[in-house]
């Protein structure tokens, strides 16, 4: 029986396990789990992930989430080449140091811009203010920042000379915000080569197409009904506003 | 496997994950040297320490030539590299999987639910000498519950540790947050015998290291309470 992914390509870290598996040819069925239609709250999907979130994976009876655990579980079962999660210790520590510092850092601020400027006034039916936008690239800037001073510094890649699942965690991330229209490349060539580096290491036609659904968004927002939304909105306003 | 050399680590002890690194390094006795770093005196900003790790925080782990930060890959670097017992971080896949995923769940729920509960009710006071924002703390608390429901119903269960059989690193990180709101006085699973079941069995069989780590925190807690 094939390992189950459920993802949804609008949420980052599904775009990182869904390039991941492909990346690596590791033979998968693609579960669609629609976040927009609340499928995420549905019963049978409890029954995958404990937390009710995607991405999750199912290999036989054992169930699991969070992208960072997936990978390295498939990383690990399926073998893939060393430089993903190097077996160096020091070089896996420096993989784990980003993929730890990213949650709470450019993770947050990819996903707040894209709530700020596309999600949230399509709920609500205005701008946001601009004191809490300013605040929110503020932030993002100084992630973008760090991610270039201390995290790549002259390297080609996160850790190396060689990809590993830092670079494909920390890409997914800052792609989010194009998503909403802002351009985080714009003025940033050290990170704009690095974009392109990865997303050569990577194959264009699988980044591009992990990332058609996001970079449509803007346009997909259009056709959505607001009321969609309304699932969301507790939550949202809560932690964005 | 480890060579004549000690680690050294850079910890404040009232920091949570720095409590998870100097119990984890007790109890395994890993040979190490702890460089005390005062945050309440600002001494994360020296010059010194800034050259060291330029984010100004810590933990921060140095072997040899090779500084690291991050609670998280410090002590998954140390389960790695020395030769403690496995149950900490498992081998076999599936095992070490679970472990993955409650340690990146924490990030985004457990630390910062109970770590903000600390900061509003010990300080922010202590720093501004200003009230307690109630309004701000209830919304915290309320936040925390529901972050305590979660760790109960889907890590918990009915398992005696938050992975499975044994303790992990997920364990450690999580009662270290889970104590913090205690320098202020506080119990945050007063009311849930599910929770402090588990904690009585983390303290268990972490033994002394873990009184002696929280030893600055409860000193905390002591104070403020002569002082009520």
Known sequence: ?241 | MATGRLVEVYLDLLSQPCRAIQILLSCTKIPHRVHRVALRKGEHRTAEFSKLNPMQKVPVLVDGGFVLTESDAILKYLANKYDIPEHWYPWQPERRARVDEYVAWHHTNTRPHAAKVFLLEVLLPAQFGAQVDQDRLERALLELDATLDKLESMFLRRQPFLCGDDITLADLLAVCELMQPLGGGRDVLKDRPQLQRWRSRVQSALGESFNEAHAVLFAVRDRRQAKL
């Not at chain 1, 996903?111 to 006034?121: E, Y």
């Not at chain 1, 709920?123 to 973008?144: F, Q, R, T, Y």
């Not at chain 1, 760090?146 to 494909?168: H, N, T, W, Y």
């Not at chain 1, 792609?175 to 990577?202: C, E, H």
């Open chain 1, 1 to 241: 029986m094939a390992v189950e992914l459920y993802l949804d390509l609008f949420s980052q870290p599904c775009r990182s396990v869904f390039m991941f598996a492909k990346k690596n040819n590791i033979p998968f069925e693609f579960k669609k789990v629609s976040l927009m239609d609340g499928e995420h709250y549905g019963d049978d999907f409890g029954k995958i992930s404990i937390i009710r979130k995607v991405p999750a994976l199912r290999d036989g009876d054992f169930c699991l989430s969070e992208s960072i655990a997936i990978m390295v579980y498939l990383a690990e079962k399926f073998q893939t080449p060393d430089f993903w999660y190097p077996a160096d210790l020091q070089q896996r520590a420096r993989v784990n140091e980003y993929l730890s510092w990213q949650h709470t850092a450019i993770r947050m601020q990819g996903s707040k811009m894209f709530w700020l400027r596309l999600m949230i006034p399509k709920m609500i039916g205005m701008e946001v203010p601009k004191e809490k936008m300013d605040g929110a690239l503020e932030d993002l800037n100084n992630s973008l920042n760090l991610i270039e001073e201390k995290f790549l510094q002259d390297r080609p890649f996160i850790v190396g000379d060689q990809m590993s699942l830092a670079d494909l965690v920390a890409i997914v991330e800052i792609m989010q915000p194009l998503g909403a229209g802002l351009d985080v490349f714009d003025g940033r060539p050290k990170l704009s080569a690095w974009r392109d580096r990865v997303r050569t290491f990577i194959g264009e036609e699988l980044f591009d197409e992990a990332h058609q659904n996001i970079l449509g968004a803007q346009e997909g927002m259009k056709q959505i009904d607001p009321s969609k939304l309304e699932l969301f909105k507790p939550k949202i306003l809560r932690l964005f506003l």
